[in-house]
């Protein structure tokens, strides 16, 4: 992710429109800028607190450990991070996760899959990829000087190769459907981001920074989380997808670790705004703009007035993950686990959804989450999680039946492609809190 906002935007200020503006034009509708408030962040907070008392580890075992897995992740090999696997692997500690299969940006100087970080290392199982051509590509060979006619061509050399291969940024490639990719993202953080205008907007004004500061440092979860929103266009694009043939679906964190500011002092009487990378993004003179007289206070040039920090890896990989049911912990079992559908996605920091179960069953038989089944009478869908929450099940993309609960059962009248959601009530609002990947249920014949 990388701030597309370039230093035409400090012309906003000259026109006037601040911070206060910003702040007010905000509360009439829950976006990012809104829910950063002292108030709605203590509300956010509390609730996840709350949620952690009540947290009840899932009984029922399933046979697979539930490990978490970051898809979609940059380091220092992409031109837009600057971060070293060490750093990475910390925030992986922190978060819990265990895999981490990263997508860098391919360029001339190296080879994404035999330069690319692999193998284990401190626990953590690194499988090296790419996003390519609108896909997180993870060949098992190189693939360094070959072209692909198109999408279909490119996802079938992946997975001639053994790979894996899922449609990424949903959002910019609405028309594709390639048989035989693995799957695609069913949410972006980056997408996420994206619809947020006024908070783009917000990061090119030091005032909004300095405002920020003292919540960054109180709620920084909170803070990260507030682009949270449910990816509406992306589930309907997906269950579409499904119902054509199984795909996967996976959390795109697109970690990088890019996303804050410093805050310089210029020669003369300027203020700088510099993001992590380094590029300016505002010069501001203090004389045209005087509010910024404070800020600048009694600092030299070259001095860093400020830097804030929105993105470490902990925190981007805390806010969303792809849960991973596996019977072994390698590189092959990752593979079977993907292929295979037996995956879920979550929102971790709102509460650890470990132990989540979607399942078929009929008697004693246990079809887990991804299987491909076929219609028999009997049949019934069992879900259950760690907390009290709102549970919605989806057949086809539509609602077939919700409640307020920790587990659900639901007898199958029918064939269809079946998934489920829960939501959690966090502050004011109801966040999406796991989002599963289906159970295909074939029609008899
Ligand atoms: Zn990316």
């Known amino acids: ?46 609730s996840i607190e709350a949620n952690n008392a009540a947290r009840q580890p899932v009984e029922q075992k399933t046979g697979y450990d539930d490990v978490r897995a970051i898809l979609h992740c940059h380091s220092k090999w992409s031109h837009d991070s600057r971060s070293t696997i060490e750093e990475i692997i910390e925030g992986a500690h922190k ?28 626990g953590v199982l690194l499988v090296p990829g790419a996003e390519l051509h609108g896909m997180l590509a993870y060949p098992l060979k190189s693939l360094k000087g070959l072209t692909f006619s198109g999408p279909q061509e490119q996802s079938d050399m992946i997975k001639r190769t053994g790979g894996l291969a899922f449609i990424c940024h949903l959002e910019e490639r609405m028309d594709w459907e390639i048989p035989g990719i693995t799957g695609t993202e069913m949410y972006n ?45 992306y ?8 119902q054509k043939f199984p795909h996967t679906g996976v959390a795109g964190d697109d970690s990088h670790h890019n996303i804050g500011m410093k805050i310089i002092r210029g020669e003369k009487d300027l203020i700088i705004l510099e993001d992590l990378l380094g590029d300016k993004k505002a010069e501001l003179s203090i004389s045209k703009l005087p509010f910024l007289a404070p800020i600048a206070g009694k600092s030299k040039p070259g001095d860093v007035i400020m830097k804030l920090d929105l993105d470490p890896y902990d925190r981007s990989f805390h806010h969303v993950s792809t849960h991973l049911l596996m019977n072994g912990f ?20 709102l509460c650890d959804p470990t132990g989540f179960i979607f399942q078929a069953t009929k008697g004693e038989e246990k ?33 077939v039946q919700e409640a307020k609960a920790r587990e659900l059962s639901f007898d199958v009248k029918e064939p269809g492609v079946y998934r489920v959601e829960y939501w959690l009530q966090i502050g004011d609002e109801e966040r999406p809190w796991i989002l599963s990947n289906p159970i295909y249920i074939r029609p008899a014949q």
């Not at 701030?3 to 429109?17: E, H």
């Not at 589930?235 to 499904?242: G, I, M, S």
């Not at 390698?330 to 920091?349: I, K, N, P, Q, S």
Request: net charge negative.
């Open 367 to 399: 079809w887990p989450i991804g299987s491909k089944i076929k219609f028999q009478e009997g049949l019934k869908l069992f879900t259950i999680a760690p907390l009290e929450a709102k549970i919605r099940l989806i057949r086809n993309g539509e609602l």
């Open 1 to 46: 992710m990388s701030l597309a906002i370039g230093v035409v935007m400090s012309r906003l200020f000259i026109a006037g429109l601040g911070l206060s503006v910003l702040l007010v034009v905000s509360r009439l509708e829950a976006d990012a800028v809104a829910r950063m408030t002292a108030v709605k962040l203590k509300g956010v907070h509390e």
């Open 189 to 233: 953080t980056h997408a996420d981001a994206k619809e947020e205008s006024r908070l783009f907007l917000g990061m090119v004004n030091p005032l909004f920074w300095l405002q920020l500061r003292p919540l960054i440092e109180q709620y920084p979860q909170e803070l990260y989380g507030a682009l949270l929103d449910y990816p509406k266009d």
């Open 95 to 122: 978060a819990g996760v265990r895999v981490i299969m990263f997508t860098e940006h391919p360029a001339d100087h190296y080879d994404f899959v035999t330069d690319g970080h692999q193998g284990l290392k401190d």
């Open 330 to 349: 390698d590189r092959e079992h990752v593979w079977e686990a993907l292929e295979a559908g037996r995956a879920y996605v979550a929102f971790d920091w």
């Open 235 to 242: 589930l309907k694009r997906y269950d579409e997808l499904c």
